[in-house]
Structures are given as structure tokens and as C-alpha cells.
T-cell receptor
Framework: QKEVEQDPGPLSVPEGAIVSLNCTYS??????FMWYRQYSRKGPELLMY????GNKEDGRFTAQVDKSSKYISLFIRDSQPSDSATYLC???????????FGTGTSLTVIP | EAEVAQSPRYKITEKSQAVAFWCDPI?????LYWYRQILGQGPELLVQ????????DSQLPKDRFSAERLKGVDSTLKIQPAELGDSAMYLC?????????????FGQGTRLTVV
């Protein structure tokens, strides 16, 4: 069983829509959670970082962690064509500083 | 703005040849990672350094891959001999381990094609 599961999509939405991206993980020892955006042929770009449960908001992006369900989400409000990319979740334990990636969800925002 | 530097951006090599990638992490970042990303998949860890020491290389194919970070700053990942299945994006990332601050920042990667 993989450490983290992510629906690969693809996901296609109209401009202005609210996008919900999700990951599930298997081990309750994971303490910190990241979301990356990756454009084609580029390296991943860190979008959001959260530690333990709760919500974190940054502009149009909100990261949500539900440790009881081992479920993390990224919400994008007022989606723009420039948001079209692959979104990767990553999770890690507090010790060892190692983290694991999901397979990524491909998002297309249609003008 | 500080960033992780990687070179080359693209590399085409014939199978059985040697190839090397270079990474310069963000200044002051003690932890350095090398990841491999196959098209359509998430990155997978190859090796993790803390300063000049290897913390985790359990997923590194040691018969053909090697990595070093001699002075605890920049790092080199080498493949010898390269195989067709090594075609992938090789990503370097770094993080600053201070008080639990563990965000990792990635470079632009080296896209390797083995022919």
C-alpha cells in the first residue's frame, strides 16, 4: 500500500469555479503536509505547507487537514487558466524529514 | 529570490554511458534530496543528505547510482551505466531544518533521456 493516494484526474473546470483536490494517507504518524504545483516540464513549486490538523489560507488557496480521517484537501477559489497544472500532495513524519508524494492530479481550467 | 539550481536542464545519453547531474541548494539549507519523477507519477526519493552525510539511500539503485555532497553544500548524482529505464526527470530539493521548519523547495530538474 502506498503511503499516500491521490486521484490522478484529469480534472477539467470552467474559469471561476471552485476546485477541490484531495489526498488520503495511511499512517497516522504523518505530521506535516504540503501541496505543490507543477507546470509541464518544470520542477514542483511549493504552494502550501501545513503542520498537523486544521485549515490554512493563502489568497485563493486553502489547505485543509483532517487527521482523524487521514484526508487532506486543497481548495482553489475563482480558478484561473493559469492554475492549469499538476497538483501534488506530499506528506511527512516529524522525524527524519522524509516525505512522500502522491501521483499528482492534472487540472485544466477552461477560459 | 533564493532558489535551488540544477544543471543541466536536459540531457540525452546513450545506454551504457555515464551521466552526472549537479545541484546547488538554497544557501543555508542543511537537507538536500534527490528525487526521480517518471512521467505521470509523483516524485520518488532516491537519496537524502543532512549536511554531508547520507540520511536515507534505501531507494537508490547502488549498483549504478551514486550521490555525494562532499562539503555539505552542492551535490552530484551519477548514473553509470545508464539504462533505458532511467529516462525520467531528476529533481533536487532542499530544506532548512530549524525548529521543525521542513518545507522543501525544488529546482527545475534535469530531464534525462536514455536512447
Amino acid at each position: 500500500q502506498k503511503e499516500v493516494e491521490q486521484d490522478p484526474g484529469p480534472l477539467s473546470v470552467p474559469e471561476g469555479a471552485i476546485v477541490s483536490l484531495n489526498c488520503t494517507y495511511s499512517n497516522s504518524a504523518f505530521q506535516y503536509f504540503m501541496w505543490y504545483r507543477q507546470y509541464s516540464r518544470k520542477g514542483p513549486e511549493l504552494l502550501m505547507y501545513t503542520y498537523s490538523s486544521g485549515n490554512k489560507e493563502d489568497g485563493r488557496f486553502t489547505a485543509q487537514v483532517d487527521k482523524s480521517s487521514k484526508y487532506i484537501s486543497l481548495f482553489i477559489r475563482d480558478s484561473q487558466p493559469s492554475d492549469s497544472a499538476t497538483y501534488l500532495c506530499a506528506i511527512g513524519r516529524n522525524t527524519g524529514n522524509q516525505f512522500y508524494f502522491g501521483t499528482g492530479t492534472s487540472l485544466t481550467v477552461i477560459p | 529570490e533564493a532558489e535551488v539550481a540544477q544543471s543541466p536542464r536536459y540531457k540525452i545519453t546513450e545506454k551504457s554511458q555515464a551521466v552526472a547531474f549537479w545541484c546547488d541548494p538554497i544557501s543555508g539549507h542543511a537537507t538536500l534530496y534527490w528525487y526521480r519523477q517518471i512521467l505521470g507519477q509523483g516524485p520518488e526519493l532516491l537519496v537524502q543528505f543532512q549536511d554531508e552525510s547520507v540520511v536515507d539511500d534505501s531507494q537508490l539503485p547502488k549498483d549504478r547510482f551514486s550521490a555525494e555532497r562532499l562539503k555539505g553544500v552542492d551535490s552530484t548524482l551519477k548514473i553509470q551505466p545508464a539504462e533505458l529505464g532511467d529516462s525520467a526527470m531528476y529533481l533536487c530539493a532542499s530544506s532548512h531544518r530549524t525548529g521543525g521548519n521542513t518545507e522543501a523547495f525544488f529546482g527545475q530538474g534535469t530531464r534525462l533521456t536514455v536512447v
